[in-house]
């Protein structure tokens, strides 16, 4: 599981970063958001877009190819992530339901496997189509990443464990 968001978090951050994730339905509405205008979304973007480029040293080029070669998943990365984010909400309201039946929460808790497994299935195929576009030592990098996220999520669970155990 810890593997499976590992791998979530990478490919979106790939995806975001590098400015090729799909715009939400929701863009009327964000843009009418006085606490997130447009002018500040674009600027953090550019912000994660030029740290990311840095850290992994990516060139225009490099950007560029990215880019075409995730723009046919676009929509339905941002669809799926959307979607499992629902199922994921969905499955915490009904299990903090008071009258929520066993049935009813493993019902919510196959919906969201469901929607994580359609998720992970075109991440996968995305990351195989990102994955030469970038040279070895890039790719070093992103393992280096995953690792110390690895390593901090083990240490939240651990955490989490003992403090359940006391």
Same mark, same amino acid.
């Given at each position: 599981?810890?593997? &499976?968001?590992?791998? &979530?978090? &990478?490919?979106?951050?790939?995806?975001?970063?590098? !400015? &090729?994730?799909?715009?939400?339905? +929701?863009?009327?509405?964000? +843009? #009418?958001?006085?606490? +997130?205008?447009?002018?500040? %979304?674009?600027?953090?973007?550019?912000?994660?877009?030029?740290?990311?480029?840095? !850290? =992994? !040293?990516?060139?225009?080029?490099?950007?560029?190819?990215?880019?075409?070669?995730?723009?046919?998943?676009?929509?339905?990365?941002?669809?799926?992530?959307?979607?499992?984010?629902?199922? %994921?909400?969905? =499955?915490?309201? *009904?299990?903090?339901? #008071?009258?929520?039946?066993?049935? #009813?929460?493993?019902?919510?808790?196959?919906?969201? !496997?469901?929607?994580?497994?359609?998720?992970?299935?075109?991440?996968?195929? *995305?990351?195989?189509?990102?994955?030469?576009?970038?040279?070895?030592?890039? =790719?070093?990098?992103?393992?280096?990443?995953?690792?110390? /996220?690895?390593?901090?999520?083990?240490? /939240?669970?651990?955490?989490?464990?003992?403090?359940?155990?006391?």
């Amino acid at each position: 599981m810890r593997k &499976s968001l590992v791998l &979530s978090l &990478s490919v979106l951050f790939v995806a975001a970063f590098i !400015g &090729s994730a799909a715009k939400s339905q +929701n863009d009327k509405q964000r +843009n #009418d958001d006085p606490q +997130n205008p447009p002018a500040a %979304r674009k600027h953090l973007r550019e912000f994660h877009k030029d740290a990311f480029k840095k !850290g =992994l !040293g990516l060139t225009d080029d490099q950007i560029a190819k990215i880019k075409e070669a995730i723009r046919p998943d676009r929509e339905a990365l941002a669809s799926l992530a959307q979607k499992q984010r629902d199922a %994921r909400q969905a =499955l915490r309201a *009904v299990a903090l339901r #008071d009258d929520a039946s066993e049935a #009813d929460i493993r019902s919510a808790a196959t919906a969201a !496997g469901s929607a994580a497994a359609d998720f992970a299935v075109l991440r996968a195929k *995305v990351r195989a189509k990102v994955r030469p576009l970038l040279t070895q030592e890039q =790719l070093d990098k992103i393992a280096a990443h995953r690792k110390q /996220v690895d390593k901090r999520a083990e240490m /939240v669970f651990n955490r989490a464990v003992e403090r359940l155990m006391e």
